[in-house]
């Protein structure tokens, strides 16, 4: 199975920055796309940013010019640099990846979180 493990998350104050990382080890071909969500108490769970095979991205309205995913394809892994942070952005951080099984079928897997606080 894929294995998606995430890092790099902590504590900040507001309008600091963090870099978290998340690397996929495991059976697989390929992966497809990557991304980050997020998950706040009480709220649903949202993008936050993804890309994919192309080097094409896309970003929740709420973090444009502020994050920027990136990916290492040779390491199988994805970044998302946040910068300005905001007390809005505490969450539990989740990598999810789209990976192409040696059975040829695109599975989607995901890590098991990492906190990201942000402090006034």
């Known amino acids: 199975q894929v294995q998606l493990v995430e890092s790099g998350g902590g504590l900040v104050q507001a309008g600091g920055s963090l870099r978290l990382s998340c690397a996929a080890s495991g059976r697989f071909v390929s992966i497809n796309s990557m991304g980050w969500y997020r998950q706040a108490p009480g709220k649903q769970r949202e993008l936050v940013a993804d890309?994919?095979?192309?080097?094409?991205?896309n970003y929740a309205d709420s973090v444009k010019g502020r994050f920027t995913i990136s990916r290492d394809n040779a390491k199988n892994t994805v970044y998302l640099q946040m910068n300005s942070l905001k007390p809005e952005d505490t969450a539990v951080y989740l990598c999810?990846?789209?990976?192409?099984?040696?059975?040829?079928?695109?599975?989607?897997?995901w890590g098991q979180g990492t906190q990201v606080t942000v402090s006034s």
């Open positions: 999810n990846a789209a990976a192409l099984t040696p059975q040829w079928k695109v599975n989607a897997y």
């Open positions: 890309i994919r095979n192309g080097g094409s991205t």
